[in-house]
C-alpha cells in the first residue's frame, strides 16, 4: 500500500507538471510563437499523465482492498472469548485446521471456556411437569459434594422445547440460580446436584415421611403394641414428607420400615431401640 501511494503521488504530480506545460504552450500558440504541433504534443502528455494518475489512484484503492481482505482473513484465525475463564477442554492441535459448522453436521466447538463466575444448575424435568414450573419460582438443591446441606435458588430459564433422547422420558431443561453465589462459584462445573421446584409451602402443619405411606393413602400405627392400619387425608408432599390433614395425630408411632411381609395390620410389635441412640446412652452412663 505505501508502494502504491508512492507512485500515485509520482503519477500525479507529472500529470500537473504535465498540465502546467500544456496550459503554456496554450498561451505562446495563441501569440503564434509556438507551432500547432508543439501545442498537440503538449496536450497529448498531458492526457496521458492524467490518466497515469487515475491509474495510480486505482492501483492504491486495489492495495488497500487487498490490505483490509488481508486483515480481515488473520482475524479469522484469532479466537476471542466474550468473557474472562478457564480453558476447560481443547479440541484440537496446534498445525489442525478447522471450519464452520457446515448445516446439519454439528462440528465440536474448538475451545470449552468457563466462567466460574456464572455457574448455575442444569436439570432436567419430567415433560408432565412442564406446565407447573415457571421463571421465578424457588428452588432447593442438594449438590452431591456438599450432602449435609441444602442452598435455595429460583429458577432462571426454561428450555423452549422438550427433550426426546432415547432410552428417556421427555424432560424439559430448567436452569437454577442459588442465591448464594459466592457459593456458587466454588463448585466445579459437572457435579451432580438433585432440584427441588418448591411450588407451594405450608408452615406449622403435621407431615410424616412420604416413604411411611402405603397404598391406598394409608399407614400403620403402633396402637397397644398392636399394628393398626389408618386411612389418612393428605395434603401437599414431596419426596420426603407429607403433608397429614387427618388420620393421625402428633405423637403417634407411625411405621416407617415397610420391607417385611410380616409388617401389616394386626401384627404385634415392639418400638426398636436406635442402636446409636443406645451405645450412646451406655457411653453417658
Avoid at 194 to 212: F, K, M, S
Avoid at 224 to 240: D, P, Q, S, T, Y
Amino acid at each position: 500500500l505505501e508502494a502504491a501511494r508512492a507512485e500515485q503521488n509520482r503519477a500525479c504530480l507529472a500529470a500537473d507538471r504535465a498540465k502546467r506545460e500544456s496550459e503554456r504552450m496554450s498561451r505562446l500558440a495563441e501569440d503564434q510563437i509556438v507551432s500547432v504541433d508543439l501545442l498537440d504534443s503538449a496536450e497529448s502528455a498531458y492526457a496521458t499523465a492524467a490518466a497515469a494518475c487515475e491509474s495510480s489512484k486505482a492501483q492504491t484503492a486495489r492495495a488497500r482492498a487487498a490490505l483490509d481482505l488481508a486483515r480481515t482473513q488473520i482475524a479469522k484465525t484469532v479466537l476471542k472469548a466474550p468473557f474472562g475463564g478457564i480453558v476447560a477442554d481443547l479440541q484440537v492441535e496446534l498445525g489442525e485446521w478447522t471450519t464452520p459448522s457446515p448445516p446439519a453436521m454439528p462440528v465440536p466447538p474448538v475451545i470449552d471456556l468457563l466462567d466460574p463466575g456464572s455457574v448455575y444448575i442444569s436439570a432436567p424435568m419430567d415433560e408432565v411437569d412442564s406446565a407447573k414450573v415457571q421463571v421465578g419460582q424457588p428452588a432447593r438443591v442438594t449438590v452431591d459434594s456438599h450432602r449435609d446441606r441444602e442452598f435455595m435458588g429460583k429458577v432462571v430459564r426454561l428450555a423452549p422445547f422438550v427433550l426426546d433422547l432415547q432410552e428417556q422420558n421427555r424432560t424439559l431443561e430448567i436452569e437454577v440460580d442459588l442465591d448464594d453465589q459466592e457459593f456458587a462459584s466454588t463448585l466445579l462445573p459437572g457435579t451432580s446436584a438433585d432440584v427441588e421446584i418448591i411450588l407451594a409451602a405450608d408452615d406449622d402443619v403435621l407431615r410424616i415421611p412420604t416413604g411411611a405411606l402405603i397404598e391406598g393413602g394409608k399407614v400403620l400405627v403402633l396402637e397397644a403394641g398392636l399394628l393398626e392400619e389408618r386411612k389418612l387425608e393428605v395434603g401437599r408432599r414431596n419426596w420426603n414428607f407429607t403433608e397429614v390433614v387427618e388420620g393421625v395425630a402428633a405423637g403417634d408411632k407411625v411405621v416407617v420400615s415397610l420391607d417385611s411381609e410380616e409388617i401389616r395390620d394386626g401384627a404385634e410389635a415392639v418400638v426398636a431401640r436406635d442402636e446409636d441412640a443406645e451405645n450412646a446412652e451406655q457411653a453417658a452412663d
